[in-house]
């Protein structure tokens, strides 16, 4: 069992950035880590993922703006938002999965966190 806990989120100017953090219960080496945002009367869609291997990939509105990374001595997971825009405007989550696997649907996760809230003024 594993339990995520996101941080980080907030109010910010179009323009601005912002590093989400999600925080893992136990070790989280053997998992694939992920992403995923969902606007309000929206569905919940893929952001970026990381594989146990550090591969990575990204939804192509956020690709060269956003970075996942990895940091499994602290069981963390990160985002990094630069130049963030309305858009961007979600509660973001993370998700995990014990697998070797790089995944970008939300059907291929099993652990959530509670998610942050992201706002982006124009």
């Known amino acids: 069992q594993v339990q995520l806990v996101e941080s980080g989120g907030g109010l910010v100017q179009a323009g601005d950035s912002l590093r989400l953090s999600c925080a893992a219960s136990?070790?989280?080496?053997?998992?694939?880590l992920g992403w995923f945002r969902q606007a309000p009367g929206k569905e919940r869609e893929f952001v970026a993922a990381?594989?146990?291997?550090?591969?990575?990939i990204y939804k192509d509105s956020v690709k060269g703006r956003f970075t996942i990374s990895r940091d499994n001595a602290q069981n963390t997971v990160y985002l990094q938002m630069n130049s963030l825009k309305p858009e961007d405007t979600a509660v973001y989550y993370c998700?995990?999965?014990?697998?070797?696997?790089?995944?970008?649907?939300?059907?291929?996760?099993?652990?959530w966190g509670q998610g942050t809230q992201v706002t982006v003024s124009s």
């Open positions: 998700a995990a999965v014990f697998s070797a696997g790089l995944y970008f649907t939300s059907k291929d996760y099993k652990y």
């Open positions: 136990g070790g989280t080496s053997s998992y694939g």
């Open positions: 990381i594989s146990r291997n550090f591969g990575v």
